[in-house]
């Protein structure tokens, strides 16, 4: 029910700049968080960055200080600024919505706690 488009994908060398966008079809205030996941080397994505709706924020220790993450409610987006990429920083990266709590009435409707967009490929490359 809900699509998550992301863009802003591409090569950057080394030490560069990317954003990321990801715009929501239905306002981003009825979820608890958006975050940013990349793909890693094993099956489970890896958490990159996260916003709660109150503007609360986390990031993985690997980005620390080079990744923001910020939303725009009215435009139903959520952004991730890098900076400082590194090599290691090459993945697909994944946005994501959550919902903690559902009524049974939603998840009868078909309503989902967790929306995923499509991944957009980030090449840090000299």
């Known amino acids: 029910q809900v699509h998550l488009e992301e863009s802003g994908g591409g090569l950057v060398q080394p030490g560069g700049s990317l954003s990321l966008s990801c715009t929501a079809s239905?306002?981003?205030?009825?979820?608890?968080?958006m975050a940013w996941y990349r793909q890693g080397s094993g099956n489970q994505r890896k958490l990159v960055a996260m916003i709660g709706t109150d503007g609360s924020t986390s990031y993985a220790e690997a980005v620390k200080g080079r990744f923001t993450i910020t939303r725009d409610d009215a435009r139903n987006t959520v952004y991730l600024q890098m900076h400082g990429l590194k090599p290691e920083d090459t993945d697909v990266y994944y946005c994501n919505a959550d919902r903690q709590h559902l009524t049974l009435m939603e998840q009868n409707q078909g309503e989902r706690s967790t929306y995923w967009g499509q991944g957009t490929q980030v090449t840090v490359s000299s």
């Open positions: 239905r306002s981003i205030f009825t979820f608890d968080t």
